[in-house]
């Protein structure tokens, strides 16, 4: 549990994954601690070590169903493009009797048709994410929205994403190094751009491409209903709490108060709190 505190609250992604993975968990044999190592290997960009533990998680007629499991692996295996993601989410979607993440798992069986060229399919699973499904967690309600809004993601931009989100940094970069606003339609695609290029430099460590990538996102996306400029506030104050520029940092957390997305805006507010408690210490 330490290592949440590490990772929501202290933003020490590598500290929070060594210490889990150093732990004693016991994740082929204990459902929750596979739960646990899991959770915390996609939360620290570490896919590939989340995808061989939910692979090898306990199952049998002795353990009680843990469809989030299924959930869970159909998610870390769509961030690799892996064919077979499709296969655990619809074994969630049909077997969980719960409230929440069946309208995320529509949208991500959604995304997983248009990857494969199937816009059709696409449409169907997003008319299912529409009825089916509640919206009290903040995935739920952003898939909700995009599929209220209609919108079909730009398939590059999918893609990169996807990697993103599962550690593959460098393979979603090369996705997009060579692309260009005007290589998008419509505006969110425009600022997505941007947005996914801000992140990808900053995690391989380009600060200054980054906090310019940044800086457009904010000065393009503050207003809209799409959680970039947000995000992309919050992040500016990541990188200048890293590089212990404590004013900049302070100023980019309030910023991101600043700005009210219709999607994520309390965890990316809860986040920018917890680096503004950071720096008063």
Known sequence: YYAYLLLHLGNEKEE???????SNLDAKNDPIACFIKANLAMRTDNGDEAISILE????????HPFYYLDYMTGIAKLQRLDYDAPQYLLNYVNNFKGRNFIKDAYQKLAWSELLRGNEKG?????????????????SDQSA??????????????????????????????????????????????KLELNYRLGRLTHLLGQYGAALDYYQKTIDKGRGKPWYFACRAALEKGHIYEKTEQKKLAVAAFKECL???????KQGLHQQAKAGLRRLKN
């Open 16 to 22: 929070a994954w060594r210490i889990v993975n150093a």
């Open 56 to 63: 090898n998680r306990p199952q049998g007629e002795e353990f």
């Open 122 to 138: 696409y449409h169907t699973y997003m008319e299912r994410c529409k009825s089916n499904g509640y919206t009290v967690v903040e």
């Open 144 to 189: 909700n929205n995009a599929a209220k809004r209609g919108e079909v993601p730009d398939v590059g931009l999918l893609k990169a994403r996807l990697l993103f989100d599962g550690g593959r940094f460098q393979r979603a970069f090369d996705i997009l190094k060579d692309k260009k606003e005007s290589d998008f339609e419509p505006e969110k695609n």
């Open 258 to 264: 600043d700005i009210s997305p219709d999607e994520h």
